[in-house]
């Protein structure tokens, strides 16, 4: 996948100084925004610095970018490898903050891109974002570190009520303000004509809603972007520093069938988490965080996927195929792509309730117990969103084996009622 990236900052109209800072280094695949805090000078030490201990540690460590070859352990070592550069930087400004040449408190946002065959990688903190622009819709990718966010995220106050209050500005993360410092990291299929967009916030408090920041990815002419947003941004009060990175994939070369197949078995793959229900109120973001625990395998016409009686530790989601549940040796029902089963095993190992056996020649999307755990440790919002949705399936489960149980006692009662016939 080729990706050519393009940014632009600005000082804005308010603000005396530029505290943004900007990496774009197409020869890593790296990408970064920055938006320093703590004032004239302060601010943009700490952005800078931070980018940069980034990127050198990135490149000291390229042989991981260079090695990878989209195994779940590749994977594994490039979200380490964005999580560990971050932390640097966190030690890094902090460090300067404590000495005689910095300044108490000096922080910044930070976040980032990195790319590397067909894949992209985001570290995140802070209230800097990333937008995804894909087949005609849009995605923020980054969640705000904001108090306005966990306040809205809790339900005690509205986006509009929190952008009136007195903690409107208060970010909760940064980069700096103490040696260490949580990181959001997110791994995710990168597709011919992909749009991504890293800005600060002085861009994205102008945008009203996705589906105008959309309209404005879609421009053919990926060089106009980032001065259109500046400029968007400049028109509608340009009250903060402004900056825009905008990145868009193609194939290598040209109309390529590889990624052309690729790109139908990524969106297959959504729309098959999409359509189960413990994964239906989960957004873009959240959907790729739970394909990256995910393994994807094939299973032939005939071939047991779970055998009734033995122990099990995963989940299935069918992808194409068809399976048929038996128990006991009777046949109870088929089941269809988009359709899942076993997900009680990720909770426990009690023994498989039933056999399911492959109709057809089909892919499964599969995941273990010890993976599903990790994202919970992990990812704790997340985690209650699935284990919400996982209540719900149960709740409704018990609700269909109370109806069978009541109609059973109906019928039973009638029939000893009857009067016997002769």
């Not at 995605?139 to 952008?163: C, P």
């Not at 994964?279 to 625990?293: A, P, Q, S």
């Not at 995963?314 to 109870?332: K, P, W």
Request: net charge negative; aromatic share 4%.
């Amino acid at each position: 996948m080729n990706v050519t990236g393009i940014g632009n900052t600005d000082v804005g109209r308010k603000r005396g100084h530029n505290e943004d800072f900007i990496v774009i280094d197409k020869e890593l695949g790296l990408y970064i925004v920055c938006d320093g805090m703590g004032g004239h000078a302060a601010g943009e030490v700490a952005a800078a610095a931070a980018a940069n201990a980034v990127r050198g540690y990135i490149r000291e460590h390229r042989d991981v970018i260079t090695g990878f070859d989209d195994t779940g352990a590749a994977r594994d070592s490039l979200l380490r490898l964005v999580e560990e550069a971050i932390q640097l930087a966190s030690r890094e400004v902090y460090g300067i903050a404590m000495s005689s040449n910095g300044k108490a408190g000096m922080g910044t946002t930070l976040t980032l891109v990195l790319t590397t065959k067909a894949i992209g990688v985001m570290g995140h903190v802070g209230d800097t974002r990333l937008y995804l622009r894909r087949a005609g819709r849009s995605f923020q990718l980054s969640d705000d570190h904001t108090y306005i966010n966990e306040m809205v995220r809790r339900g005690m106050t509205t986006v509009e009520a929190a952008k009136k209050g007195p903690y409107a500005n208060v970010i909760t993360r940064a980069v700096g303000i103490q040696p260490t410092v949580r990181v959001d990291t997110l791994l995710f299929d990168v597709l011919p004509d992909d749009t991504l967009l890293l800005c600060s916030d002085g861009l994205h408090r102008y945008t009203e809603s996705l589906d105008e920041l959309g309209v404005l990815l879609d421009a053919d002419h990926l060089a106009s972007i980032p001065e259109h947003l500046v400029a968007l941004a400049n028109e509608r009060g340009g009250v903060d520093n402004i900056s825009a990175i905008v990145l868009r994939a193609a194939p290598e070369n040209g109309d390529d069938l590889t990624d052309r197949s690729r790109t139908t078995e990524i969106n297959l793959k959504l729309e098959t988490l999409r359509h189960i229900v413990i994964f239906r109120h989960l957004d873009m973001g959240e959907l790729c965080k739970v394909l990256t625990i995910m393994r994807s395998v094939s299973v032939a016409e005939g071939e047991v996927v779970v055998r009734e009686g033995e122990a099990g530790d995963a989940l299935y989601a069918i992808v194409d195929g068809r399976m048929q549940i038996e128990r006991s040796g009777a046949a109870i029902r088929s089941l269809l792509p988009g359709e899942h089963f076993g997900e009680m095993s990720l909770f426990n190992n009690r023994p498989r309730s039933a056999t399911i056996t492959a109709l057809s020649p089909g892919r499964l999307l599969v995941m273990e117990r010890g993976r599903f755990n990790e994202l919970l440790k992990q990812e704790p919002h997340l985690g209650v969103k699935l284990l919400w949705c996982f209540a719900q399936v149960l709740s409704l489960r018990l609700d269909d084996v109370s109806g069978q149980l009541a109609g059973s006692q109906v019928a039973f009662e009638a029939q000893i009622t009857s009067p016997f016939k002769i």
